[in-house]
């Protein structure tokens, strides 16, 4: 597995997904400092499964292309 490929995918779907419920938290009152904790405890369980996901379909759609020609 590519590390700095997943660390970036999971930096970037964590802050999306945070975003998301933090959003549905505040509309919907859900104000308080641990329902936000939680919202952040969700999104990093959501965000991991997401950027393994995404990680491995990347690899498998650049594993041919990576191969240089022989001279």
């Known amino acids: 597995m ?3 490929l997943f660390s970036a995918i999971f ?8 975003g998301v419920l933090m959003i549905v938290a505040f509309v919907t009152g ?3 400092g641990m329902h936000i904790i939680g919202a ?3 999104g990093a369980v959501i965000s ?3 950027a393994l996901f995404v990680t491995k379909r990347l690899a498998q759609l650049t ?3 990576n191969k240089a020609p022989k001279a």
């Open 2 to 4: 590519n590390i700095p």
């Open 11 to 18: 930096s970037i779907a964590f802050t999306v997904i945070i």
């Open 30 to 32: 859900f104000d308080k």
């Open 40 to 42: 952040v405890v969700i």
């Open 48 to 50: 991991l499964p997401v």
């Open 63 to 65: 594993s041919g292309s």
